[in-house]
Structure formats: structure tokens, C-alpha cells
Antibody
Framework: QVQLQESGPGLVQPSQTLSLTCTVS??????????WSWVRQYPGKGLEWIGY???????YYNPSLKSRVTMSADTSKNQFSLKLTSVTAADTAVYHC????????????????WGQGTTVTVSS | DVVMTQSPLSLPVTLGQPASISCRSS???????????LNWFQQRPGQSPRRLIY???NRDSGVPDRFSGSGSGTDFTLKISRVEAEDVGVYFC?????????FGQGTKVEIK
């Protein structure tokens, strides 16, 4: 079955860049049938959509984060990545990668497969 | 951004009894294709979210039929016909009609 696994540093210093990778198994990220997304969950449990990538280089970012976010994909490793620059304590959260469908009438249905999430703390 | 407001935020329920969660959006969720992209997710303690229902009332594979979704326009409801112990967790609504997609604050379901 499809599995997603996040990886990256658990601690990032303020003003630095947060970098995370999601490794996908059981499906190809270049298939074109799915989009691959990042969602973060704050300590109080609220969820925020960061953005998604599909066809390896098409991206949609949340406008609230657009100036600081870059997503990319490495099809040779079947991975996609998130970079968030100039982080502050407000970026402390659990970061989830997840998959959603690009099929007609399905794109807005949210994600059907999620990674377990990785906790990132921004602190000096 | 479209604001999704859930109520109640905490829902103590007796085992075997029904439960109902409301989700209201600040704008209509009817998309240009006529569909309504209102989805429900369950997050059990220590786990990632899991989608239960998409487009208002469509249950995902493996989701028990005691879960049902309904609603239209800006007003939506998730119902659990008879709560079981495994239903404990936080439930989120999410709209996928307007970018950026947004989530409700979450409703914590616990057993009395």
C-alpha cells in the first residue's frame, strides 16, 4: 500500500530555513494522478494547508506562506520536499506530508494518505 | 480565506449514543462544477488525520456506516449513529472549494 514518511531536523534556529523531505513508497510521485502536499498542525491542534506539488514541478502555495515556501520533487528518489525560510517560533508545528487525487471531481477532496508527521521546533 | 467554524469544540458522549458535529463556512462551498468540496477527517490520539468523508456525504473505503455526512451551501453536519470507543479523537471539517483550502478548529469527541 502507499506510505509516506517525513524526515528532517527536529530543531531549527530562528531566521533559518526549515527543510523537510517526504519519501513515498507504493506509488510514483510523477504519475500525474495525484498531488503531494504539506500540511502543518500547531501545538493547539489547528491544521494549516501549506501547499502542494504535482507533475513534479507544478506548485500551489498558501498565499499566507507563499513568500517563504518552496516545494520541489526528486522523481529519481520518489521524494518531494518543503523549504520554509526565515522561520520563527510561530512555525513550530508537526509537519505532515500527504497525498490527494487529481482526478476530475476529486482535487478538492483533501488527502487520502498521510505520513505520520514530524515535529519541528523553532528555537535557539 | 474561508473560515470554517465547528461546534461544539468538545463533545462528551455515552457509548452507544449518537453524536453530531456542526461545521459552518464563511462562504458557500459550491464549486463551479456544481460539487461541494466539504470533507471530514478523524484524528485519533497519537495518529495522523484520516479522511472519513469527502464531498459532504461520501464515505471513504473502510469507514463504518455509523458515520454519515450531510449539508449544503454553508452548513454541514457529521453524525455518528452510535459512538464506539474507537471513535474517540478530534474531528475536523475541511473545505476544498476555495484556495487556500482550510480546516475547522476541530471537535474533540470523548467518552463520558
Amino acid at each position: 500500500q502507499v506510505q509516506l514518511q517525513e524526515s528532517g531536523p527536529g530543531l531549527v534556529q530562528p531566521s533559518q530555513t526549515l527543510s523537510l523531505t517526504c519519501t513515498v513508497s507504493g506509488a510514483s510521485i510523477s504519475s500525474g494522478a495525484y498531488y503531494w502536499s504539506w500540511v502543518r498542525q500547531y501545538p493547539g491542534k489547528g491544521l494549516e494547508w501549506i501547499g502542494y506539488i504535482f507533475y513534479s514541478d507544478n506548485t500551489y502555495y498558501n498565499p499566507s506562506l507563499k513568500s517563504r515556501v518552496t516545494m520541489s520533487a526528486d522523481t529519481s528518489k520518489n521524494q518531494f520536499s518543503l523549504k520554509l525560510t526565515s522561520v520563527t517560533a510561530a512555525d513550530t508545528a508537526v509537519y505532515h506530508c500527504a497525498r490527494g487525487s487529481l482526478a476530475a471531481g476529486k482535487k478538492g477532496c483533501g488527502m487520502d494518505v498521510w505520513g505520520q508527521g514530524t515535529t519541528v521546533t523553532v528555537s535557539s | 480565506d474561508v473560515v470554517m467554524t465547528q461546534s461544539p469544540l468538545s463533545l462528551p458522549v455515552t457509548l452507544g449514543q449518537p453524536a453530531s458535529i456542526s461545521c459552518r463556512s464563511s462562504q458557500s462551498l459550491v464549486y463551479s462544477d456544481g460539487d461541494i468540496y466539504l470533507n471530514w477527517f478523524q484524528q485519533r490520539p497519537g495518529q495522523s488525520p484520516r479522511r472519513l468523508i469527502y464531498k459532504v456525504s461520501n464515505r471513504d473505503s473502510g469507514v463504518p456506516d455509523r458515520f454519515s455526512g450531510s449539508g449544503s451551501g454553508t452548513d454541514f453536519t457529521l453524525k455518528i449513529s452510535r459512538v464506539e470507543a474507537e471513535d474517540v479523537g478530534v474531528y475536523f471539517c475541511m473545505q476544498g472549494t476555495h484556495w487556500p483550502w482550510t480546516f475547522g478548529q476541530g471537535t474533540k469527541v470523548e467518552i463520558k
